[in-house]
């Protein structure tokens, strides 16, 4: 017994997770098929490749591409589905899930808010129910789009599924002359009617985009974020202040904001002693799930068990989860942990 087989088994939590980049391979091209949608590809081994990224615009290409295999309510509710799932055989006992509903409602389908809220709650009560896999969701503004008006509308529509599981708004696509001070407004209005604000931030633009984002957004969290460690007036504030860093190693592998798991700055991280959480990102697309950024980092850096279930309980505690329901969640992990490392690790220590 392991090391490895203890990651495995452990309840987890997921914070970063975006619906439209977990679509699983095989679905994506039945839906692409029955759309009529045209792909460059048309196999799953097609697809790894196709997901080989040269930069984080070509990436953000791809995820148009994929998202314009989406035509239906019932199409964003089997993906859901399915997401939620593979959440379940990994054990990730919550997740709180980003969409990006715009895309679904501008494009030539117009998928209403209401109808892919609806869609979205059916896959939730089922997944409740069913697996014990609790989820909540965060729609998130696509940055480059204008004119700005329609990240009221999103901001708006999120407030209007606050009784369906919607707790924060986020932003995401191109940071690079998309800064956070442009959706001052729509965070405004979500923060007012107690939604929490979780951009993303600090990926492809530094510092300055990551201040953007806490002093314009008040982010409660900030995705992704490891470019923080450029501003060492940052590194202070964001220690003293332990807001939360959504981290997601293999996606700044394959986005190219580090060279390779081995110069991944996580370790630097967590020694500045910031909060960080682990998380996937887009999973199928970098190739990953969250159980296996955590086999990862264990074997990259050596990690041991302690830190393992440190940054596992990091991550149900910068959950968006009511304070009651995180302590709750706390002991119970805690208490699995202890019978699992009984039952993995007894033949010695950590590997
Ligand atoms: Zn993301």
Known sequence: MSLENFIRAIPKVELHVHLEGSIRPETLLILARRNGVSLPVDSVDGLHEWYTF?????????????????????????????????????????????????????SEHAIQFVDQLAALSRARDWATVELGARVNWVPDISRSIRPLDHSLTVADWAISGKDQGIIALGIGGPEIDNPPELFTDAFIRVRAAGLASVPHAGETVGPESI?????????????????????????????????????????????????????????RLLEEGLYVTINSDDPPMFNTTLTNEYLQITDTFGFDVDTIEQLVLNGVRASLLSPAEREEMEQQFKTEFSQLRDKCLQSGESE
């Open 54 to 106: 040269t930069d984080f615009a070509h990436f953000i290409e791809i995820y148009i591409a994929v998202c314009s295999c989406i035509c239906t309510p019932d199409d964003i509710e089997l993906i859901a589905r399915q997401f939620l799932q593979g959440q379940a055989e990994q054990n990730i006992r919550y997740s709180e899930v980003i969409f990006t509903p715009y895309t679904h409602y501008a």
């Open 211 to 267: 201040w953007g984002a806490l002093k314009t957004l008040h982010a409660n969290r900030i995705g992704h974020g490891v470019r923080c460690l450029e501003d060492p007036q940052l590194v202070t504030y964001l220690r003293d202040t332990q807001i939360p860093l959504d981290v997601s190693p293999s996606s700044n592998v394959c986005l190219g904001v580090v060279s390779s798991l081995a110069e991944h700055p996580l370790p």
